[in-house]
């Protein structure tokens, strides 16, 4: 790798950051915001800089490890891969394939590499006890995707640049620049919303730092989402503010929901919610009085106990009112690399139910079984109980409901391998961990944040520095030992090894060329067209209106609908591009975009009618919180992203940011002050960390930041473990689980706050429970 300045893709969050890496000697110079990037217009959050202190970490591993009776020792490469294999075939040989369980973290989405190479180990280990990071976040917007727009991959994304009302639920974009809206300077957008004068509304228990720059803000009681959402299908359906378009396309439909809304009136919600009828009422005439508005909502309202009848109803609320598929509104994405449509043609659209886990009976999602039924799964004796596990980029132990549970639960396995660089809280429990190369070490492109960007973009990004001598990329890693399992299992294969060796060597980088080039914006279809563009026509002409191969042929990249998009995308063009290249705004793409199996949008899928009986009862059920109870909230700060940014000094220093906020009226109430050590109770476990009085809580809430609680012994993150905070986890219960969609309730669990007497020491774990 050469010295000078390195641009390329910060990709430590979703936002997307266009980043300037200056190179000295092989080492990070600085990092800066790419003023040239198109996207993200020089804008940088503090993580992107951290790239260089996670480069240049002593603690990160570059050796695999083995671990010993006298601690962790180096071994090579073939020793790691050939023992792996032997010891995860030998227990599947013995027990079952379902013997082994398989967990994919957040960070395998910001590696193209690992995305690409996933398929092909899975398909080795072949076992069904499979988890991801996915039902612990956006589970419910991929589940409505499904059922509403025929692909689990299909995100409706607001048009937050020409919108004149944004009403965010449950999210705070200015701390995490987007989720499932990939929107780097959030800040400087909502600037130019302002200046057009649109407004900003957020809907949060927490007056976040989004709420703080809004023009009105209402608290809303944590997990009453669905309540308050209903009461303004009430008021917009009783007031005719449904889209007279969709009251002639969908009245039978609209007829369900009316009989669906009648029982929530804004009276009769406000006490369960917290928010008063005349705010929800003129919230719900204001949303569908804007043409160019949009309802976002995110991971507060995805992840409680009707998580996936919120998030279903904030879809049903954009369409009835006419705001999907409208300039200002909800878009779809047009990606260069389009997964929708390459799902749609190889038939991997998404899937839901086909399975249920063996204890608790919950629905698998995409082949994967809910994170909450993991430690049960391990723990519980059986047919099919899971004796080996394997961890890839992921820390479960610090993001997963029950983090002592599943303590428990690793520490009881026959096996444990682990892909990551760091001796975590998770990957202590493993036998061999295999590290790969950092994010500057390897080339970069956005495969999944591109389809759910504000614009359409395309970037690829060279590695930065050259790896050390001897290590390996995840795709290297996986691949390599996808190969050994197969070849374990099935035995030598004249036809498996070449198609492994050529797969191997075409490597991630080739494969995104191909499908740069096959894509939309690609030069690899335009000769194509003018022969095969009658051949469409005719097939189109001879196929009915709602037939899914039509909306299949109309997304490929051969139609002509894609002539008046920018040509000649391919890894090469890109290349000579470093800051990116500005594709143009979300754009009007439906019927073409949707792939249900009539062509139309499906607003009242069955399933969440079914849902609807246990909201009608929790409504009857529901009575205020008394004594020390609080209804328990997590937080996101702009310094950190889940578990594994926190050994940078950079990110942790200054004021301590790992307490429980509460409102100052809870805290005179429950006996404790700001700064002094309480005590956080529930079914789960106990914690105990610094209060912090705000007035930025709702009365009865309490909040605790995501990702902390690095006091564990065994971990070697030496920042961390000096800056340990406490785990929110291990007081979130993995028994509380959205029955609909399998999503963990992350909020709105209750929990007692109490003072420990005459102690002001660091947050931790109690030492009772």
């Known amino acids: 790798m050469e010295n000078g300045t390195h641009y390329r893709t910060c990709n430590l969050c979703e936002a997307m950051c266009g980043i300037a890496v200056d190179i000295e000697d092989g080492e990070v110079q600085s990092i800066r915001g790419d003023d040239q990037d198109p996207f993200s217009r020089g804008h940088i959050c503090p993580k992107a800089t951290a790239l260089k202190d996670l480069q240049q970490d002593p603690d990160r591993l570059r050796q695999p490890v083995r671990r010993t009776p006298e601690g962790w020792e180096e071994i090579s490469w073939d020793q790691a891969l050939s023992e792996v294999t032997r010891r995860l075939c030998n227990i599947q040989k013995e027990h079952g394939r379902n013997a082994v369980g398989l967990y994919l973290g957040n960070p395998n989405v910001h590696n193209h590499g690992a995305l690409l190479a996933i398929p092909s180990l899975t398909g080795a280990l072949r076992t069904q006890n499979r988890f991801s990071a996915t039902s612990n976040d956006q589970l419910p917007h991929m589940l409505a995707n499904l059922q509403m727009f025929g692909n689990a991959m299909l995100f409706p994304i607001p048009d937050i640049d020409h919108t004149d009302l944004f009403i965010c639920l449950g999210g705070n974009p200015m701390a995490s620049n987007g989720s499932l809206m990939t929107v780097p300077d959030f800040r400087g957008r909502l600037k130019e919303l302002k200046a057009r004068g649109g407004r900003l509304v957020v809907v949060d228990p927490r007056r976040t730092e989004t709420a703080s720059r809004a023009d009105s803000y209402h608290a809303i009681r944590p997990g009453t989402d669905p309540w308050f959402l209903m009461g303004m299908l009430n008021v917009i359906i009783n007031e005719g503010g449904v889209n007279e378009s969709m009251a002639r396309e969908m009245a039978a439909e609209l007829e369900l929901l009316e009989l669906a809304a009648l029982p929530y009136t804004p009276e009769t919600v406000a006490n369960i919610t917290g928010i008063e009828a005349a705010e929800i009422r003129q919230l719900a005439r204001d949303f569908a009085g804007t043409p160019r508005a949009a309802l976002y909502s995110r991971v507060g309202t995805s992840t409680q106990a009707f998580g996936g009848l919120a998030t279903w109803l904030v879809y049903v609320l954009n369409i009835i009112t006419g705001k999907l598929d409208r300039k200002g509104g909800l878009r779809f994405t047009q990606p260069a690399i389009d997964l929708v449509t390459l799902g749609g043609l190889t038939g991997q659209t998404g ?419």
């Open 351 to 769: 899937h839901y139910g086909r399975r249920r886990t063996r204890v608790r009976g919950l629905p698998e999602f995409g082949g994967e079984f809910p994170a909450s039924t993991m430690a049960e799964e391990i723990l519980t004796p059986g047919e099919g109980q899971i004796r080996a596990f394997m961890t890839i980029a992921g820390n479960p132990v610090l993001s997963s409901p029950a983090g002592e549970r599943m303590d428990e639960a690793l520490s009881s396995l026959e096996f444990m391998v682990s892909v990551d660089y760091y001796i975590n809280e998770t990957t202590r429990h493993a036998d061999i961990i295999l590290p790969p190369t950092g994010p500057l070490e390897r080339s970069h492109y956005d495969l999944a944040f591109n389809s759910l960007a504000v614009r359409n973009v395309a970037k690829f990004s060279d590695a930065a520095l050259a790896p050390e001598k001897g290590a390996r990329h995840d795709w290297d890693i996986l691949t390599e030992l996808a190969h050994r399992l197969t070849r374990q299992k099935q035995g030598l294969n004249l036809r498996g090894e070449l198609a492994w060796k050529a797969f191997r060597s075409f490597g991630p980088d080739r494969i995104v060329d191909l499908l740069l080039r096959t894509g939309p914006y690609g030069s690899g279809a335009a000769p194509l067209r003018p022969i095969l563009q009658p051949l469409i026509d005719l097939t189109e002409r001879g196929l009915p209106r709602q037939h899914p191969l039509r909306a299949l042929l109309r997304n490929s990249a051969l139609h002509r609908r894609w002539e008046h998009h920018p040509k000649g995308l391919s890894l090469s063009e890109l290349r000579h591009h470093p800051h990116g290249i500005d594709l143009g705004p979300l754009e009007a793409s439906l019927p073409e975009r949707l792939q249900t199996s009539d062509g139309r949008i499906q607003l009242v899928p069955r399933l969440y009618l079914q849902d609807l009986p246990r909201l009608h009862e929790s409504s009857r059920r529901f009575r205020p919180l008394r004594g020390k109870s609080l209804y328990l909230v997590g937080r996101r700060h702009v310094r950190s992203n889940n578990s594994w940014l926190h050994n940078s000094h950079r990110l942790v220093k200054g004021k301590e940011r790992c307490t429980v906020q509460i409102h100052p009226r809870d805290a005179s109430r429950l006996g404790v002050r700001d700064g002094q050590l309480a005590r956080v109770s529930s079914e789960a476990g106990t914690i105990q960390l610094p209060v912090e009085e705000t007035d930025v809580m709702m009365p009865g809430v309490a909040s605790i930041p995501h990702g902390w609680g690095h006091g564990r012994e065994g971990i070697e993150l030496t920042v961390a473990g000096a800056h340990p905070g406490a785990s929110i986890n291990d007081v979130i219960s993995d028994r509380d689980v959205d029955p609909l969609s399998g999503v963990s309730v992350l909020n709105g669990q209750v929990v007692k706050v109490t003072p420990v007497p005459s102690q002001r020491a660091r947050g931790g774990r109690s030492a009772t429970k």
